[in-house]
């Protein structure tokens, strides 16, 4: 529609702009021509302007055509109709060689009383002012089509995407959360549309999983325990015995609630931290001192339980993120370390900066975990078979998990040979001034 | 101790209050936000404790209110809302202490009675005493019987808590939040390993026990009773 009307335009102005051209130079040459005739007047008299106008006029395509008009109104010679009276820029309708033709011509009253009129073929500028229209009007009807034509293809295009889009759209509503949006690789915007969408969906999908995940566990894994306490205390209650047997029955009782009570807790941590939200709340956050205070919390306790624990902490080691939950990943892997572990391993904490990043390992020299094992370790419930007898939810390495998928980390297990290593990287924030390792070691 | 529940679960207010007016404290109750603001205001009570979830107005919107009339009265807010962010958004309302449910009884009685306590006196102490045992907050030393005993920063810092704490119970949760910070609670016990470090250390040079155990509960830092000598 723009390049329509802009045509439009260019083509009126071109057109009267050359129309306005021609006539001005038709006038130029008429006017001339009139200024000769008259002077011819003066020169060789009325006797040279007939013969100048029998010579002349009308003789070929690009001649001129003359009127020599006695004083009384008679025709003395030339090609023009008869002009009366009239005077200056007429129009008039002469005979041509080809049939009537349009003529502009000039009349002047000589000092003699002869009237003469000078006159030029007026199609000319109408066959050049027919030749631009019609230039432009093909040119404008042109753009019209392929315009038209353009902007149907351009608009089907973009609408055959945009329902690309809704058909996935739909199939996703209708259940089917694995569908994604096709890319065609043109990185344009609808492309990159496309991208951000899908992934949206890939991050609702993973959030909806999780809230089935849990579910299930919470049916599955929750409800033995509370059958188990059910049990406990029907049985209390059929086999009254004394006062102080009743009361150990209800002490029993109600430290398996607060086991399942700190189950729940869990698993809703970790169904918090999956969800992301407090991503938004992420600030400065001194690694060194987190894996400082866990070090030294924990050495005391790890040295009464026949382990070791030390720490390699380098100093100023800043990344974005949560403390609380950093210090309780940390403390995670440092339980598993103490609790999955026999009597004499040692446990080491190590802290660096490597490049823009931050690498935090918790290594011990234990039994390690089976290669086959180590993607479902990290699975709500999981326990290795080894560890099934020994306290603990299973929890705690969903957590760990968790909390580096919300930090943006990587987080690796790896076999220390013999041993265990978990590896967590982080990206490090800004640099801070020291850069020299600290070794913090425990009491031992 | 006057205490104002703002509880609108009626067993929770009944077993909190049951158990504080059996320590002897004096309890009222509102069911509500807006009732509870309007006590809150009659006062004057010693500590204020709040639900989050309330119907009316909300504890968090309730206790910045008070907060804007220049009410100091230290809050405790209950909740069981234990979320990763929702501890400091209720201590940035203006609430001193957070406590999820559900919360062993002790635990409340502990920490009710830590917020209550008397305001400091005028001068900044910077000595603190239980019977022979001196610590110097300045210079960071601490001495029993005019001896100098060496702590690690972390023990000084569990004595100090211990010492502003003294003739209180203090529960590990308590000192596991106020010394290590740590807002979660381990599983391994490294509270009571770090206590028994501590103790060892206080009677290095003889003296009675200053820190004892207070089962059910957690912990309390005692002067040792002077018996008269016959």
């Known amino acids: 529609m723009l390049f329509t009307a802009s045509a439009v335009i260019l083509g009126v102005a071109v057109c009267w702009m050359t129309h306005a051209s021609l006539t001005q130079q038709l006038e130029g040459r008429v006017r001339a021509a009139g200024g000769h005739f008259a002077e011819l007047d003066r020169t060789e008299g009325i006797g040279g302007l007939i013969a100048h106008a029998r010579a002349f006029g009308g003789n070929g395509p690009e001649a001129l055509d003359y009127l020599v008009q006695s004083p009384a109104g008679r025709r003395l010679a030339g090609q023009l109709p008869m002009v009366g009276g009239r005077r200056g820029w007429l129009r008039l309708n002469a005979d041509g060689a080809d049939g009537p033709k349009p003529v502009l011509a000039y009349v002047q009253q000589l000092p003699d009383g002869v009237v003469i009129a ?59 959360l694995s569908q994604r949006i096709p890319l065609r690789g043109t990185r344009d915007d609808l492309d990159r549309l496309a991208d951000t969408l899908n992934r949206m969906l890939d991050r609702m999908q993973k959030l909806l999983t999780s809230v089935r995940e849990a579910s299930n566990n919470i049916a599955h894994d929750l409800r033995t325990p509370l059958s188990r306490l059910r049990q406990r205390l029907e049985d209390a209650r059929e086999h009254a015995g004394s006062p102080a047997a009743q009361d150990q029955a209800v002490e029993a009782a109600k430290v398996e609630v607060d086991a399942l009570l700190s189950t729940f807790a869990a698993l809703l941590r970790i169904a918090e931290v999956e969800a992301g939200a407090q991503r938004a709340a992420f600030c400065r956050v001194d690694l060194t001192s987190v894996v400082a205070t866990v070090a030294e919390a924990f050495a005391p306790s790890a040295e009464e339980e026949g382990r070791s624990l030390a720490a390699n902490v380098a100093s100023g080691v800043v990344v974005h993120g949560d403390r609380e939950l950093l210090t309780q990943m940390l403390v995670n892997l440092v339980e598993n370390a103490l609790r999955h572990t026999p009597c004499g391993t040692a446990v080491r904490l190590s802290l660096r900066r490597q490049g ?57 297990l790896e076999d220390a040979q013999p041993g265990l290593r978990v590896r967590v990287v982080l990206a490090s924030m800004a640099e801070s001034a020291a850069t020299i390792e600290e070794p913090v070691r425990s009491a031992a | 101790m006057k205490i104002l529940l703002i509880e609108d679960d009626r067993e929770t207010a009944d077993y909190v209050m049951r158990g504080l007016r ?97 305001p400091p006196l005028v001068e900044v102490q910077t000595v603190l005493r239980a019977g022979d045992l001196e610590m110097d907050l300045l210079k960071r030393s601490v001495m029993r019987g005019g001896r100098e005993i060496d702590l690690q920063p972390r023990e000084f810092q569990l004595l100090e808590y211990l010492l502003h704490n003294v003739e209180r119970v203090v529960t590990r949760t308590m000192l596991l939040e106020s010394v290590w910070e740590f807002h979660f609670d381990p599983r391994t016990n490294i509270v009571e390993t770090h206590i028994s470090r501590l103790r060892a250390k206080l009677a290095q040079w003889g003296g009675a026990e200053l820190i004892h155990t207070v089962r059910g509960a957690g912990y309390a830092l005692r002067a040792p009773v002077q018996v008269a000598s016959a």
């Open chain 2, 22 to 118: 059996e320590q002897g404290h004096v309890v009222d109750h509102a069911a509500n936000g807006r009732d509870g603001l309007f006590r809150a205001g009659d006062g004057p009570y010693d500590v204020l404790i709040v639900d989050r979830m309330l119907p009316g107005i909300d504890g968090l919107a309730l206790v910045r209110m008070l907060r804007e009339s220049e009410v100091r009265t230290p809050v405790l807010f209950l909740t069981a809302l234990g979320g990763v962010g929702d501890r400091v958004r209720g201590l940035d309302a203006g609430g001193d202490d957070y406590l999820t449910k559900p919360f062993a009884f002790a635990e409340l009685l502990a920490r009710v009675n830590a917020l209550a306590r008397r």
């Open chain 1, 118 to 176: 000078v006159g030029d073929d007026l199609r000319r500028v109408r066959r050049a002012d027919d030749a631009v229209l019609r230039a432009f009007a093909l040119s404008i009807a042109g753009t019209l089509l392929l315009g038209g034509a353009g902007g149907i293809w351009l608009s089907r295009l973009f609408l055959h995407r945009v329902d690309a889009m809704s058909r996935t759209a739909e199939a996703i509503i209708d259940g089917d």
């Open chain 1, 356 to 412: 823009r990043q931050a690498v935090l390992v918790v290594q011990d020299n234990g039994p390690g975990i089976p290669v086959a094992e180590q993607e479902q370790v990290l699975r709500r419930f999981h326990r290795l078979d080894r560890s099934r007898t020994t306290p603990g939810s299973g929890l705690g390495l969903s957590l760990v998990a968790a909390v580096v998928e919300l930090h943006g980390a990587v987080l690796r």
